[in-house]
């Protein structure tokens, strides 16, 4: 192939890549894979079934946790088609344009998880340190209004990280270390110079995971700080278990997250497979987990979804 042409064959097209030397056992990992995505489709879908189906599940924790699983079905959708397609196919190859939509919905929906989560936070802060104005706070027209605002926020920063990529030549390898696309790998594709994105995407990551992961923390100091005025230790013990499950969504969602941040500012060649293996956790497990803790902690949830099987 010539030097024009294969100059040609990589600005149309991005390689991905899966797990580097198991290439022998992809089909063991699909299947893997496909039951970790058959878990979170199945798991979501009958959070959303379940609240949706039951009156007195209408309320605000149940709402947002309605919220945080149509997120993460997004997730779940927006990665299967590239990480199945690795490993059950050998495809490797996407087009410049699908890569792009794929980062925007991937960049959007890990971000509007974000904000569901310092929803969840607020709604447990509420709860704990003034549950007398709970219900008067946490109406549906505002939860409503609160959800169309982060929704607004993410699209509104996530939508220009395509058109700040289409702008670019690339000419290098064009071989991406993850099973889909995401803007911080891709602009190092590019030969021209990355400071406005790189930039861009530090200002946006700080103004959104950064501040929503601050805002948790000062919401759980401030939740901590009334339980420990609980003079009970029964009733304090029970505050503190009705956030359990929302700690586990935060640590599950933000750990690999900052984890990947660091990698992708800071890391070398040699954190290659951490980065891949931190990308896999903080796409796959969020979604995977998330009904599973939630249906294991919440009785109320449980039950009905226990009824709704037995029926």
Same mark, same amino acid.
């Given at each position: ?5 294969y100059?040609?064959? &990589?600005?149309?097209v991005f390689l ?7 290439e022998d056992?992809?089909l063991?990992?699909?299947?893997l894979?496909?039951l970790?995505?058959v ?9 959303l079934?379940?609240?949706k189906t039951?009156?007195s599940l209408?309320e ?20 299967m ?21 794929q980062l925007f ?5 890990a971000k509007?998880e974000?904000s ?7 709604d447990r802060?509420i709860?704990?340190?003034n549950?007398l104005r709970?219900a008067?706070?946490?109406t549906?027209?505002r939860i409503?209004k609160?959800?169309?605002?982060f929704l607004l ?6 939508f220009p ?7 670019f ?10 099973s889909y ?5 891709v602009?190092?594709?590019?030969c021209?110079d990355?400071?406005v &994105? ?5 200002c ?7 501040l ?8 759980y100091?401030m939740i901590?700080?009334t339980v420990l005025?609980?003079a009970s230790h029964?009733?304090?013990l029970?505050?503190?278990n009705?956030c ?9 969602f933000y750990l ?9 500012r800071?890391?070398n ?6 980065q891949?293996?931190?990308g ?7 979604p995977?987990m998330?009904?599973i ?5 919440s009785k109320h ?5 226990i009824r709704?099987?037995?029926?």
């Amino acid at each position: 192939m010539s030097a024009v042409n294969y100059t040609k064959f &990589n600005s149309a097209v991005f390689l991905l890549t899966g797990i580097p030397g198991l290439e022998d056992f992809y089909l063991w990992i699909s299947i893997l894979f496909c039951l970790m995505y058959v878990i979170s489709i199945v798991g979501n879908s009958i959070i959303l079934f379940s609240i949706k189906t039951d009156p007195s599940l209408h309320e605000p924790m149940y709402i947002f946790l309605s919220m945080l699983a149509m997120t993460d079905l997004g997730l779940s959708l927006s990665t299967m088609p590239t990480i199945l397609g690795i490993y059950l196919f050998n495809s490797r190859e996407i087009s410049l344009d699908a890569c792009f939509v794929q980062l925007f919905f991937i960049h959007s929906l890990a971000k509007f998880e974000s904000s569901v989560l310092l929803l969840m936070a607020f709604d447990r802060f509420i709860a704990i340190c003034n549950p007398l104005r709970y219900a008067a706070i946490l109406t549906p027209p505002r939860i409503a209004k609160m959800g169309l605002v982060f929704l607004l926020r993410v699209v509104a920063t996530s939508f220009p990280y395509p058109f700040l990529l289409k702008r670019f030549r690339y000419c290098r390898d064009n071989v991406l270390y993850h099973s889909y696309c995401v803007h911080q790998e891709v602009m190092k594709m590019a030969c021209s110079d990355i400071t406005v &994105n790189s930039i861009y995407g530090f200002c946006i990551t700080l103004l959104t995971v950064g501040l929503d992961s601050l805002l948790i923390f000062l919401s759980y100091v401030m939740i901590l700080k009334t339980v420990l005025s609980i003079a009970s230790h029964a009733e304090s013990l029970r505050a503190l278990n009705t956030c359990v499950s929302h700690l586990c969504a935060v640590l599950l969602f933000y750990l690999p997250e900052i984890g990947l941040a660091v990698i992708h500012r800071f890391g070398n060649s040699s954190s290659h497979f951490l980065q891949m293996v931190l990308g896999y956790f903080y796409l796959l497990v969020p979604p995977l987990m998330n009904p599973i803790v939630y249906s294991v902690k919440s009785k109320h949830l449980r039950e009905r979804i226990i009824r709704a099987f037995v029926k």
